[in-house]
């Protein structure tokens, strides 16, 4: 008698006996001893009809007591092969050479007692005789580097070489005269079998792979069935011979090829640590596990460098990511995101401190180890079957971030070296990517945190226009863009509005932002013309990309990774409003144009002179001048408002009109709308936008002088001064008004030309503006002590909240501002 191993039932074993069978004698006895099916050869063996023998026990058909050995194979072992000796119908005794296959119920059945039975199978008439034919056969057998099979026109077995009695667990005696699929009970054996009738009946070769569990593998195999008719001297087909060859290994090799293939493709789409951390468990699962999780070092997702060396027991680690065979991961004792322990003895803990990938068996022994420490994994290890488990490091750049674990609780192979090695390989290639991720998370947090401090924080209020405004990071891989917008107010009540995007992304485009920012002040500060700062932003930005590249040249910023700072470009889009005139001149330089919505909802696109991007150098820039009603509102924005990758600019612009000419009960409320229908969930770019609704200063807040350029003016313009004042109820404001004016009238009068105009603008402020034909501005000095002049500026400069001069067309004005209240 021979002992062998599981072999698992199935559909196509318990059905009905293909035609041609008849030759076997098969019979099915169930787990109380019944016969349940009774094939026509084994009453050819036996004589009984089914109607005699099923349903009734089968020891009634057993001669003898079999030996207790006999007894307890079958009672422990799934398949058994050996001599019988059964009682014929009428009374004699049969030697019956017995083959006999434990068949399991199948994973979706009962799995009750009764569903569990006996195949048994026996050729007619006992083990056949090895053929005569030896010419025939012994030189197939002998020069046959592989396992070998013959079988003969009715699919039985003649002949099996020391191979294949190896593979199969079987001596040839045991298996001469049955056919393969009585053999083995697998499924893919009726398809090799159909290629076997296929080379009997066609006389040309045939080949199958096929994949299946075989008594005495561990796990699946592969086999490459070579099959071919063989023939006798007359070329009549005799039989086919069978070659099988195990490729079970390249066939792993393939697929952990694949799976490497697989994980670079899949792993590192974005920088989005969690996503990554996701893909990696995704792609494990199932080809490489059952049951992966993804654990982090707390301080990694805030992108913060983890501390040198083991971490102190117990390990604390943030669950990331994890992945399972089975629906909602039930295995997972830690959701996403918590927070959780792993003591000494676990894999985690002895792989952290190892500093190297291992695998560990799981069972109940190791359970009592962990059920002091953590029962609630102890109870998922037992409750789902657990017997293997891989942890690998997550190292990146010599620092570690974390542990991957895989495991096995369906699959029923345990770990092998080579899927250590597979484990090992795709971690350590998700480890570069998480790492980038992190590294990616702490420059957006720091590019967010410098261009939050260089963004405006909070406007002040402006007479000459209401505005709104929002700043959208972006939130994909390139990271935080230059984008920046501000409102600056100016001399006269103007405001001027500006909006502006720095080329690239991350720390140097906020960085180069937050100076384009502030020399775009500085600028406007000497009250400029749109087109002239303009031309001033080119220069500082050649001025910044050129020092830059010399910085790039050294080896010290090479190490530092700055050598991409040498490409540095913006556009910009400057904007200047005066409510007295109501007139808006604008100027861009390679900046989007911006949307006009006219007091009757009417959007258009302002069609103004492109102008070169910032940085080209020596290139003109042109302004457009506008007057505009009271109450338009001007949209200025970025490119990364309008403009996707999946949609058209122009689609973007007509949705933006759209957005625009519906109404709204603020500009803050059309600011949200305005983000909500144009951009996605995940914008790719930096959105910056600014609204402003125009407001108009009529003729009852502005009053205006023509001044003779005569001393004697002077005084008549300090009583015109004094009547205007009373008529706004601005009294208390009239002694330090008249002196400053007198001191700037007296002063165009003396040092410049005529036309000399004096305007008083009535708003949130006083201010004070004398205007002349000389281009020549003042300046404070200090006058000696017997100097008789030199002190008026500064007289102005110390009653005033605020005073310059600024240059116009046909000379300069000089202002000053006076508080209210």
């Not at 009428?90 to 979706?108: F, I, K, T």
């Not at 657990?386 to 997550?394: K, L, Q, R, T, Y």
């Not at 609204?691 to 009053?703: E, G, N, S």
Request: charged content about 25%.
């Amino acid at each position: 008698m021979r002992r062998s191993e599981t072999v698992r039932g199935n559909g196509a074993a318990r059905s009905k006996a293909p035609a041609g069978q008849a030759d076997t004698a098969r019979a099915t006895v169930n787990a109380r001893g019944l016969v349940t099916g009774w094939s026509e050869g084994a009453q050819r063996l036996l004589g009984y009809r089914p109607a005699e023998v099923v349903g009734r026990a089968a020891a009634r058909l057993l001669a003898e007591e079999p030996p207790a050995e006999t007894l307890r194979a079958l009672e422990t072992l799934p398949r058994w092969d050996g001599t019988l000796t059964l009682l014929h119908r009428d009374g004699h005794r049969v030697a019956v050479s017995l083959l006999a296959h434990h068949l399991e119920p199948d994973s979706d059945g009962d799995g009750n007692a009764a569903a569990v039975e006996w195949l048994l199978v026996s050729p007619l008439g006992g083990p056949s005789p090895p053929p005569e034919d030896e010419p025939l056969m012994m030189p197939a057998f002998t020069e046959s580097p592989c396992k070998m099979a013959l079988y003969d026109t009715n699919l039985r077995l003649l002949r099996v070489n020391a191979d294949m009695e190896r593979t199969m667990g079987l001596p040839e005696d045991a298996m001469r005269g049955l056919r393969l699929s009585e053999i083995v009970i697998h499924p893919q054996i009726q398809w090799i079998e159909q290629h076997i009738r296929q080379a009997l009946e066609t006389g040309e070769r045939q080949q199958v792979d096929t994949t299946m569990n075989l008594p005495g593998h561990r796990g699946e195999s592969v086999w490459l069935t070579s099959l071919a008719p063989v023939r006798n001297a007359e070329g009549k087909t005799r039989g086919v011979i069978l070659a099988a060859h195990d490729v079970t290994e390249q066939h792993l090799a393939q697929r952990r090829l694949a799976l490497l293939n697989d994980a670079s493709i899949r792993i590192g789409s974005t920088l989005d640590l969690s996503r990554t951390a996701q893909e990696l468990v995704d792609v494990a699962i199932p080809q490489l596990a059952d049951f992966a999780t993804v654990d982090l070092l707390p301080s990694i997702e805030g992108g913060d460098e983890p501390r040198a060396g083991t971490p102190p027991s117990p390990v604390m680690l943030r669950r990331v990511a994890h992945q399972s065979v089975l629906d909602g991961c039930p295995e997972a004792v830690v959701e996403r995101g918590k927070m959780t322990a792993y003591p000494d003895g676990t894999p985690v803990a002895e792989c952290l401190a190892a500093g190297r990938p291992l695998i560990r068996r799981t069972g109940p022994a190791t359970v009592v180890e962990w059920a002091a420490q953590a029962p609630d994994r102890a109870e998922r290890v037992l409750q789902y079957g657990f017997h293997s488990v891989m942890a690998v490091p997550i190292r990146a750049r010599g620092i570690t971030l974390g542990v991957a674990t895989f495991s096995r609780h369906r699959h029923p192979v345990p770990f092998e070296q080579d899927d250590l090695l597979l484990g090992a390989e795709i971690t350590a290639r998700a480890a570069i990517c998480i790492d980038n991720a992190r590294r990616y998370a702490r420059e957006r947090a720091t590019s967010l945190t410098l261009q939050s401090s260089l963004l405006p924080q909070r406007l002040p209020r402006q007479a000459a226009v209401e505005f709104a405004s929002r700043y959208l990071p972006a939130s994909t891989q390139e990271g935080i863009g230059g984008d920046w917008f501000d409102v600056i107010p100016l001399s006269g009540a103007r405001v001027a509005l500006v909006v502006g995007d720095v080329v690239g992304h991350g720390i140097q485009a906020s960085a180069t932002m937050g100076l384009l920012r502030t020399a775009v002040r500085t600028l406007a500060d000497v009250d400029l013309p749109p087109d002239e700062l303009l031309t001033h932003l080119d220069d500082v930005v050649n001025r910044l990309a050129s020092e830059a590249a010399e910085t790039a040249d050294s080896e010290s910023a090479i190490a530092a990774g700055f050598r991409d700072f040498g490409d540095i470009g913006a556009t910009c889009l400057y904007a200047v409003y005066d409510p007295v005139s109501r007139r808006c001149t604008l100027a861009r330089a390679g900046h989007p144009s911006p949307a006009l919505v006219t007091p009757g909802g009417t959007v258009e696109l302002l069609d103004l002179h492109a102008g070169p991007p910032l940085g080209l150098g020596g290139l003109p820039f042109e302004a457009t001048e506008l007057e505009l009603p009271e109450g338009s509102i001007l949209a200025l924005y970025t490119d990364g408002l309008i403009e996707a990758r999946d949609r058209d600019i122009d689609v973007g612009l007509g949705a933006l009109r759209e957005v625009l000419a519906q109404p709204a009960p603020s500009l803050e409320a059309t600011c949200d709308t305005v983000l909500k229908s144009l951009l996605p969930d995940r914008p790719t770019d930096d959105v910056a936008l600014l609204l402003a609704r125009t407001r108009a200063l009529d003729a009852a807040h502005v009053a205006t002088w023509d001044i003779r350029p005569d001393p004697a003016a002077v005084a008549e313009t300090r009583r015109g001064v004094r009547r205007q004042l009373a008529a706004w109820h601005l009294e208390a404001a009239g002694f330090v008004a008249e002196l400053v004016v007198s001191e700037l009238v007296t002063n165009a009068i003396r040092h410049a030309a005529p036309p000399i105009q004096l305007r008083l603008i009535h708003d949130s402020a006083l201010i004070c503006e004398v205007s002349d034909a000389s281009s020549t501005a003042p300046h404070l000095r200090r006058a000696r002590i017997f100097d008789e002049g030199g002190r008026g500026l500064l007289l102005v400069a110390q009653l005033t909240q605020d005073w310059g001069t600024r240059q116009t067309y046909t000379g300069k004005t000089i202002w000053a501002k006076f508080p209210l209240g």
